[in-house]
């Protein structure tokens, strides 16, 4: 399974876009890219998900470079409550094991007022 | 629709106690996982359960164990506590098992081994 690389942390001023980036150069042809974000004291929040095509949801947007090796996370206008841990997760979707993959660390985002 | 809750939120042990955990999933959802997350390190699969069944294990000591319910209501279990079991653990749950099904995750249960 692939792995992702992602900055330990990240600053933002409030009412800017936050741009969260993850690198998964290993990344397979069937292999999703997943974003996860954990607020302190609660379990992780699905974001938003894609696999090549650029998505855009009520609560981001997910970039992905045409190689696949890359992909940036925007929120487009940061809250306060945006602060967070962001996970940057690759998987396919195949019945089995994918639920084993360990998550890492994330980035730590920090919304300043 | 009412959430992933996890009972208790908060838990203190000793070394060599054992502790049971409780996950209701939303309604619904037949599949509960399980994850243990702890400092520096990413979230960490434990076991998953559907209908009563366990479909996936992670790499953990059999220590560690869990059942579901014909409810869907999934409890974990970990034996003879060491002080590195001290972490939050994490339940999941989603409509099926099969990862294109979106897993909701509870608030999680702080465990701390003393």
């Known amino acids: 399974d692939a792995k992702t690389t992602q900055p330990t942390s990240m600053d933002c001023a409030e009412g800017r876009a936050a741009n969260l980036p993850c690198n998964h150069s290993t990344i397979s042809g069937n292999e999703y890219v997943y974003w996860y974000r954990q607020i302190h004291s609660q379990g992780p929040q699905y974001i938003i998900h894609g696999l090549k095509n650029n998505e855009t949801n009520e609560m981001a947007s997910l970039i992905i470079t045409e190689d696949r090796k890359s992909s940036t996370l925007i929120l487009p206008h940061a809250t306060l409550r945006d602060t967070a841990v962001y996970y940057c997760i690759v998987r396919g979707h195949n019945a089995g094991n994918n639920r084993k993959l360990i998550w890492g660390l994330g980035t730590s985002l920090a919304v300043n007022p | 629709k009412a959430g992933v809750t996890q009972t208790p939120r908060y838990l203190i042990k000793t070394r060599g106690q054992q502790v049971t955990l409780s996950c209701s999933p939303i309604?619904?959802?037949?599949?509960v996982s399980w994850y243990q997350q702890t400092p520096g390190q990413g979230l960490q699969f434990l076991f998953e359960y559907f209908s009563e069944t366990q479909r996936n294990k992670g790499n953990f000591p059999g220590r560690f164990s869990g059942r579901q319910f014909s409810n869907s209501r999934s409890e974990m279990n970990v034996s003879t506590l060491e002080l590195g079991d001290s972490a939050l653990y994490l339940c999941?749950?989603?409509?099926?098992?099969?990862?294109?099904?979106?897993?909701?995750f509870g608030p999680g249960t702080r465990l701390t081994v003393l």
């Open positions: 309604s619904g959802h037949r599949s």
């Open positions: 999941a749950s989603s409509l099926a098992t099969g990862d294109y099904n979106e897993q909701f």
